[in-house]
């Protein structure tokens, strides 16, 4: 607009000047404009440059791969980021096993296929994790799943020790009393008529994993604040936020809830020393840490202050809110619409638990559930709550014999093509559990094609227990009530809020049944 003012007001230069030959250009002309027009031509010719490179750059990096011929100035894509849906990004992945998009001016390579996305996650020298753009800002930049290579591995190997089959044992009988503590409200809340499950099964799994970190060393009250600020977090998960945490912004208002957690989980790892000090039986995941740490035979580092157990507390709280909550309301969701399945669980579980439902269920007993395991294997595969993940190139990166991403790329290996192949899963959007339970069928014998977990160094650390607590609170409330599912027109239609939900929240009504 501007640029255009300046223009007309060169006409209007003075008869003295405007009769030499030489002003006859426009483009010299303003030099014989005022000086505030001057400015503006010079701003002017400033941006058109910048907003020049700014496509050159792009068209440079993108080369032959699919995407837009030319990305929208400064912004990008970064409206279609802020409201994705699983049809954009099937759209993109469709595209090509490589394409490109930019937001931000953040040059972005998706990509889709199956060899790709295993190249990406598997190849540390070339790329490494970053996350969402707003990670770093919530989980703190020393965090240790910023780490990578040598000491990244060292880290996680001292974690691992969280995650071994004494250690989901006891896991799994605080997951278990915390489901029926649970399910006793639900009879309330559900009984009636059906309504979405969404937030309730969010509180349901924020309250087990809390419970399942930190014990009885934080207050009821802490679960309930952390739970209520949560979705704040949740929300800021875009790919790529607005770059200034300002006051008002998804991404501050996500900073102040990890302040809220932090608080409390620095406070159930200060309370876990005391405890395990004063001779205390581990009953938590911090417990086991703690006692882990003071066992003689460990050979990996013992310090850890409580703002840094909190921290790791904290980066598993993040890792796996929102995707356990997708994948247990998916394994609710397909359940329901597949009564013929839902009966097969219910089966399994009267052979295996011989009527006595009351009894808590134990990593034994789970162990005894093979159909059980295949329905959230498959549930998982259908509705993967993790559908990508977002790494960047460290340097220039080689990808295939006609491409290298450029460094400081920001590279997205997904995984839903990898999970939806028909070569691997017949009938790949169809819900099939059985296709796990035959070993020598295609879907186990292409274990490459599963990544729900992503693989590589990073892969899932918590797999196991995700798997045990989403199949303990399906087996669980297959037993304790009957289940219905009002159908509604977003039923199938799926949001993306960090990972993937029914639009309609998963309207369900459950009644307690009176016999198994
Ligand atoms: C259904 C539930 C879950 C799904 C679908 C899921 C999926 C994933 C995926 C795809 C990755 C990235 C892997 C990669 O970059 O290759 C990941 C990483 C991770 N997950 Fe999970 N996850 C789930 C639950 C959990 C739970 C319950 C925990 C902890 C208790 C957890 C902790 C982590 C951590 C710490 C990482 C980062 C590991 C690293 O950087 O070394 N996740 N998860």
């Given at each position: 607009m501007a640029f255009f003012k300046s223009s007309s007001s060169a006409a209007a230069v003075p008869s003295s000047t405007s009769s030499s030959p030489l002003y006859s250009f426009p483009t010299l002309s303003i030099f014989n404009v005022p000086e505030s027009f001057t400015w503006l031509y010079t701003t002017g010719a400033i941006l058109f440059a910048l907003l020049a490179l700014e496509q050159t750059v792009y068209r440079v990096k993108k080369r032959?791969?699919?995407?837009?011929?030319?990305?929208?100035?400064?912004?990008?894509k970064f409206a279609d980021s802020m409201k994705p849906t699983l049809e954009g990004y099937k759209k993109q992945w469709d595209s090509g096993v490589l394409s490109a998009i930019s937001v931000f001016n953040i040059f972005i390579v998706m990509a889709s296929s199956n060899d790709y996305a295993r190249k990406i996650l598997n190849s540390p020298t070339y790329a490494e994790p970053c996350l969402v753009h707003s990670a770093k800002q919530i989980l703190l930049p020393d965090n240790w799943v910023f780490l990578t290579g040598k000491t990244h591995v060292d880290y996680r190997r001292g974690l691992a020790n969280l995650f071994t089959r004494k250690a989901i044992g006891i896991y799994v009988s605080i997951q278990d009393t915390i489901t029926r503590k649970h399910f006793d409200r639900w009879r309330e809340e559900f009984g009636s008529a059906p309504s979405p499950i969404m937030m309730t099964a969010r509180f349901l799994n924020m309250d087990t994993s809390l419970r399942v970190f930190c014990g009885n060393h934080i207050p009821d009250r802490a679960t309930r604040e952390i739970s209520d600020k949560y979705w704040a977090i949740t929300q800021a998960l875009e790919l790529v936020n607005f770059p200034l945490a300002l006051p008002g912004t998804k991404v501050y208002k996500a900073i102040q809830a990890r302040k809220v957690a932090m608080y409390w989980l620095e406070l159930a790892a200060h309370n876990s020393k005391i405890e395990m000090a004063n001779g205390g039986e581990p009953t938590c995941m911090l417990d086991e840490w703690v006692k882990v740490l003071s066992d003689p035979a460990y050979k990996g580092r013992r310090e850890f202050s409580d703002h840094e157990m909190a921290m790791v507390v904290f980066s598993f709280l993040f890792a796996s809110q929102d995707a356990m909550s997708s994948g247990l309301i998916y394994g609710f969701q397909h359940l329901v619409d597949h009564p013929d399945i839902l009966a097969n669980v219910r089966e399994e579980q009267a052979r295996v638990r011989k009527g006595n439902y009351e009894n808590p269920l134990t990593i034994e007993l789970m162990d005894e559930m093979p159909y059980l395991q295949a329905v959230v294997k498959e549930s998982l595969r259908v509705?993967?709550?993790?559908v990508m993940v977002p790494y960047k190139s460290t340097k220039a990166f080689p990808i295939s014999d006609d491409y290298t991403v450029p460094a400081g790329s920001m590279l997205i290996p997904s995984f839903y093509n990898s999970l939806h192949d028909p070569a691997v899963?017949?009938?790949?959007?169809s819900f099939q559990p059985e296709r796990w339970l035959d070993p020598k069928g295609l879907a186990h014998s292409n274990p490459?094609?599963?990544m729900v977990w992503g693989a590589g160094p990073h892969r899932c650390i918590g797999l196991e227990y995700a798997m045990m607590n989403i199949g303990l609170v399906l087996g669980i409330a297959a037993m304790m009530f009957d289940w219905e599912h009002e159908i509604t027109?977003?039923?199938?239609k799926v949001d993306v809020i960090a990972t993937l939900f029914p639009s309609d929240g998963c309207k369900m009504k459950f009644t307690p049944r009176t016999q198994a």
């Open positions: 032959h791969l699919p995407g837009d011929k030319w990305t929208i100035p400064v912004i990008g509705k993967p709550p993790v899963y017949p009938e790949p959007d490459k094609n599963y027109p977003l039923t199938e």
